[in-house]
């Protein structure tokens, strides 16, 4: 909490030695202010903001990822005249572009093709959760492949994508350029994955991690209000005496450190007093009907949110799938066993949260201007095994992306006829990268530096052209 009202050694200025250790205190969804804001501009040397783009349309990015890898089979690329044990118990449906099927338990999501891209023939070559997932939202593989609880740091500690965003797109309206919601991906155990936060880059430049459960009746965000000790008039005093003491020593506050400081506060300030801010979430502006129809789960809700979040300005929002309660697998989609039974049981709440936000931006005229993006770290293995289940399987899977620059209703890349392996039309993870930074209008060779000032480009991949408006 901000704290400045102790009594204590004055400084030359006035302010107090404990007032000047306490100022930065502001807490937000249980973090600290320097955690949430701190050392934005340590961001020097090579770097070049968001451009003009001529195909860079995108202002903002939702992206899903699908904790335990969803079988390929069932969902973007069906073998429907493959072995039972390859094309599985369930049959594909035909969507709104003829020709291009999908599996059957996506009966919502099929109506929106003529909006989405489907990569057929995405590949990490890793069949490792945490490993591969890694290499999916960095685009650098993890060294070495196929590592299952892999921890982060040293020496896979490249930044994700959502740290990159936020590395070269200013905030805006009191919010950070990259939130992540509504929990970290973790293996069972809560051992959180790698490549999920800033890296070598340091916290400062993290996604804003937000654990929460929108679902939730009381659904609200600890920090965007102010604590019950704190009037209204007392905060506003407390705000006048920082915008002071900023102003008595504007030169040293352009100097470096204390400058970083300064627009730290500002920055934290906003979130509490900002409406802007504190509005993006209030999930109950929205009418009960589309809350219906997003669905009344934590997946669901969160997807909500995450529109709501980036008509805010949030650049990139990151969407986590969350374990459902009680359902097969853990409530994830790592279908060792029971493949079909526990997709009856997830397919339908991705369904309608996937569907629903694709129709959503739509209607409010943001899909163009929204990159949607579909992923996970990996697909399942193209035979069943010995419990009806399908295995990790990193050689071929299906990634879809829709909205702002994409072409939509078209399929690139193919998988062999039982989607084991790539046929044709092989898309890695980099380039994958490079045509989420495309989209947003930021050149996937913008150069950044590292902690030794050494140049490195956002990502070492080829914008996916075929897909691109």
């Known amino acids: 909490m901000l704290r400045i009202d102790d009594c204590d050694t004055s400084l030359c200025d006035g302010l107090t030695r404990r007032e000047w250790l306490r100022i930065g205190g502001l807490g937000l969804g249980g973090l600290t202010l320097p955690h949430l804001l701190a050392a934005r501009a340590g961001a020097t040397g090579t770097e070049r903001q968001r451009r003009d783009s001529p195909t860079g349309r995108a202002k903002s990015c939702i992206v899903m990822c699908f904790l335990g890898g969803p079988p390929q089979h069932e969902t973007w690329d069906p073998k429907p005249n493959a072995v039972a044990e390859v094309r599985g118990d369930l049959r594909p449906i035909q969507t709104n572009v003829p020709g291009i099927l999908v599996g059957e338990l996506m009966p919502r999501s099929a109506r929106h093709l003529d909006k989405i891209a489907v990569l057929r023939a995405m590949v990490t070559n890793d069949n490792s959760h945490s490993s591969s997932g890694y290499y999916m939202t960095t685009g650098v593989p993890h060294l070495p492949i196929g ?148 669905g009344r789960t934590k997946f669901g809700q969160s997807v909500l949110l995450a529109r709501r979040l980036v008509e805010a300005g949030v650049s990139l929002v990151r969407v986590n799938w969350s374990r459902v309660p009680r359902a097969l697998n853990n409530g994830h989609w790592d279908t060792h066993s029971q493949n079909t039974n526990g997709l009856k049981q997830l397919m339908p709440i991705m369904d309608a949260a996937y569907s629903t936000l694709l129709d959503d931006l739509a209607t409010r005229g943001l899909l163009d201007e929204t990159l949607v993006v579909w992923m996970a770290e990996f697909g399942r293995t193209p035979r069943l095994n010995g419990s009806a289940g399908r295995d990790h399987w990193g050689r071929v899977f299906s990634v879809a992306l829709a909205g702002g620059g994409i072409r939509g209703g078209v399929v690139h890349g193919a998988s062999d006829n039982i989607a084991g392996f790539p046929r044709d039309g092989r898309v890695m993870p980099q380039d994958m990268l490079a045509t989420i930074f495309h989209c947003l209008g930021i050149d996937p060779d913008t150069e950044y530096q590292d902690a030794q000032g050494r140049p490195i480009p956002l990502v070492r991949g080829d914008v996916i052209r075929q897909i691109v408006a």
């Open 147 to 294: 590592v299952e609880n892999a921890k982060p740091g040293r020496p896979n500690d490249w930044p994700c994508l959502g740290s990159l965003v936020k590395r070269v797109t200013p905030a805006t309206g009191g919010l950070p350029a990259s939130i992540t919601l509504p929990e970290q991906s973790a293996n069972d155990g809560n051992l959180t994955w790698p490549g999920q936060d800033a890296g070598f880059l340091g916290r400062a430049t993290d996604p804003w991690l937000i654990n929460c459960d929108p679902a939730a009746p009381v659904f609200q965000i600890d920090g965007l209000a102010l604590p019950p000790n704190v009037p209204v008039s007392r905060f506003e005093g407390r705000a006048t005496l920082l915008a002071q003491m900023n102003q008595r020593l504007d030169g040293a506050l352009r100097s470096g450190t204390l400058g970083n400081f300064n627009t730290q506060q500002q920055q934290a300030l906003d979130l509490i007093a900002g409406a802007r801010a504190r509005r993006a979430f209030n999930l109950h502006e929205e009418g009960p009907a589309l809350r219906d129809r997003y």
